[in-house]
């Protein structure tokens, strides 16, 4: 992220891409950015599309952190015997409102064990 533009890099086998991000939604996951073949993708998705996004950004992460820890099939947080989530981030842009706000939240953990962090002061004004 910059001053005006947000952009996400994946790397699939070998082979990168770039998404611009505007203020919005986005999964970044295991199938690139809102990868509609992915059923996490369509689970969150259908879960958020009735959410109020005007809300405070303090309500809002803490409302996101509770999808992301969400298990099952179509869960978000995955423990497995080898494999699993080990981390997580929020980033909440809102470039199209007066103060142009970006802000981001880390955990270098399982969403449901987290310990969450703001890293705003990481991101361009």
Same mark, same amino acid.
């Given at each position: 992220?910059?001053?005006?533009?947000?952009?996400?890099? #994946?790397?699939?086998?070998?082979?990168?891409?770039?998404? #611009? %991000?505007?203020?919005?939604?986005?999964? %970044?996951?295991?199938?690139?950015?809102?990868?509609?073949?992915? %059923?996490?993708?369509?689970?969150?998705?259908?879960?958020?599309?009735?959410?109020?996004?005007?809300?405070?950004?303090? %309500?809002?992460?803490?409302? /996101?952190?509770? /999808?992301?820890?969400? $298990?099952?099939?179509?869960?978000?947080?995955? $423990?497995?015997?080898?494999?699993?989530?080990?981390?997580?981030?929020?980033?909440?842009?809102?470039?199209?409102?007066?103060?142009?706000?970006?802000?981001?939240?880390?955990?270098?953990?399982?969403?449901?064990?987290?310990?969450?962090?703001?890293?705003?002061?990481? /991101?361009?004004?």
């Amino acid at each position: 992220s910059d001053g005006t533009n947000s952009r996400v890099y #994946a790397n699939d086998k070998g082979s990168w891409s770039v998404s #611009a %991000l505007s203020d919005g939604f986005y999964v %970044l996951g295991n199938f690139g950015v809102n990868a509609e073949d992915d %059923l996490t993708y369509r689970a969150l998705r259908e879960s958020v599309s009735h959410w109020d996004w005007d809300l405070e950004d303090n %309500l809002l992460q803490q409302r /996101l952190r509770e /999808l992301l820890s969400s $298990h099952g099939e179509a869960g978000v947080c995955v $423990h497995g015997d080898r494999y699993g989530t080990r981390s997580s981030a929020i980033y909440v842009q809102r470039l199209k409102t007066r103060n142009k706000q970006k802000r981001i939240w880390i955990s270098d953990q399982a969403p449901c064990r987290a310990t969450w962090y703001e890293a705003s002061e990481m /991101l361009p004004a």
